[in-house]
Structure formats: structure tokens, C-alpha cells
T-cell receptor, first 109, second 114 residues
Framework: GENVEQHPSTLSVQEGDSAVIKCTYS??????FPWYKQELGKRPQLIID?????GEKKDQRIAVTLNKTAKHFSLHITETQPEDSAVYFC????????FGAGTRLTVKP | DSGVTQTPKHLITATGQRVTLRCSPR?????VYWYQQSLDQGLQFLIQ???????AKGNILERFSAQQFPDLHSELNLSSLELGDSALYFC?????????????FGSGTRLTVV
């Protein structure tokens, strides 16, 4: 099955700085890569996704890049705000979705 | 409200007991997925159903079982509970299991085994 590795496990940035979270996957057949944000005690929520026929996708302050050859994809958050503090999960989809272990992002005001 | 309904929200039970967690998928979604999230841990895939049939299995213990009913709601049964089974159990749903569909998560059931 698919194996997704996510780094770093924790990330602390100053408000206004950028944050980058990286993931690698093992199954070259995977072609859908979503990112989820989970605030403390709440459900994971989809924030952005990318399909394999696209190399980059942007939605306001959030962008995701995908390198299918290297089997890695990244989440970029620019101009971070305290409300961006949460755990972020990457995932790769085959028939079922396998998640990375998560990155706890802390944005210091 | 995500449209995925999970009940109960909280459950406290003793070791050795059996519990049933329930999930109603978002209207129109045929696939249901169960995940286990232990404290400060990631999302561990347990099992997936599509239109009543088991589609994929993850790291689900033999003490756990699940099913999806004709009305598409799903139940996760956990038996012979151990302290280590304490976790947040999420159900998610999607239109279909094919690649390219995001999941919508329910709010989860927090299980505490004492």
C-alpha cells in the first residue's frame, strides 16, 4: 500500500513568515494529493488539493507543488497568521487515502 | 456542519467491553472510511466501504469490525476493548473511492477506555 512521509513533525514560525511542509509518497500510481488542516479537538478539513496533471496550485496564501518524478509534494503558506496554527496532514490517494503523520505548525504573534 | 454525522460524540467504557460507533455519510456520498487518531498521533486508516461492500482494509485489529448498510450509514464495532484503544475515531465520506475525490470528515467519536 501507499506510504506517505511528512516533514517536519513540528514547525514554529513568526507571524508574517512563510511555512513549508514536505511530503513524499511511495506509490507512483497515486494521482491525488490533498492537504488537511486539523485544529485542536476538531475534524480534519480539506484546505487544498492537487492532481497529478498539475504541477502547482495556489489559493490565496496557500500553494501546493507536486513533483511526480521525485514523488514529493509540498505545502507553502505565505504571510502566516496565528490562526494558521494547527496540525497539517498531507495525503496521497490510491483506492484509499493514506495520510502523513502530520506537522504541528505554530505561528507566533 | 460537514454533513457527515458521527454518534456518539463521546464514549467512556471499561476494558473488555464492546462498543459501536455510528456514521452517516454526507448526502450523495457512497464511500465511507474509518480512521483512528490516538493522542497527538496521525490518522490511521482502518477500513473503507463503497456502496455496502468492503473496499480496502488498513491496520484494523481483528477485535474491530465494520459494515455499511443499505442506507449507506456505517458502524464500527470495537470489542474486547483495551486501554490502548482510547482514541478519536473519525469517519469520512466521499462520492466514490476512485482517485481524485476529497474526503469530508465527521466530528469524530472520542472513545475513552478505563
Amino acid at each position: 500500500g501507499e506510504n506517505v512521509e511528512q516533514h517536519p513533525s513540528t514547525l514554529s514560525v513568526q507571524e508574517g513568515d512563510s511555512a513549508v511542509i514536505k511530503c513524499t509518497y511511495s506509490d507512483s500510481a497515486s494521482n491525488y494529493f490533498p492537504w488537511y488542516k486539523q485544529e485542536l479537538g476538531k475534524r480534519p478539513q480539506l484546505i487544498i488539493d492537487i492532481r497529478s496533471n498539475v504541477g502547482e496550485k495556489k489559493d490565496q496564501r496557500i500553494a501546493v507543488t507536486l513533483n511526480k518524478t521525485a514523488k514529493h509534494f509540498s505545502l507553502h503558506i505565505t504571510e502566516t497568521q496565528p490562526e494558521d496554527s494547527a496540525v497539517y496532514f498531507c495525503a496521497a490517494s490510491e483506492d484509499d487515502m493514506r495520510f502523513g503523520a502530520g506537522t504541528r505548525l505554530t505561528v507566533k504573534p | 456542519d460537514s454533513g457527515v454525522t458521527q454518534t456518539p460524540k463521546h464514549l467512556i467504557t471499561a476494558t473488555g467491553q464492546r462498543v459501536t460507533l455510528r456514521c452517516s455519510p454526507r448526502s450523495g456520498d457512497l464511500s465511507v472510511y474509518w480512521y483512528q487518531q490516538s493522542l497527538d498521533q496521525g490518522l490511521q486508516f482502518l477500513i473503507q466501504y463503497y456502496n455496502g461492500e468492503e473496499r480496502a482494509k488498513g491496520n484494523i485489529l481483528e477485535r474491530f469490525s465494520a459494515q455499511q448498510f443499505p442506507d449507506l450509514h456505517s458502524e464500527l464495532n470495537l470489542s474486547s476493548l483495551e486501554l490502548g484503544d482510547s482514541a478519536l475515531y473519525f469517519c469520512a465520506s466521499s462520492v466514490a473511492p476512485d482517485r481524485g475525490h476529497g474526503y469530508t470528515f465527521g466530528s469524530g467519536t472520542r472513545l475513552t477506555v478505563v
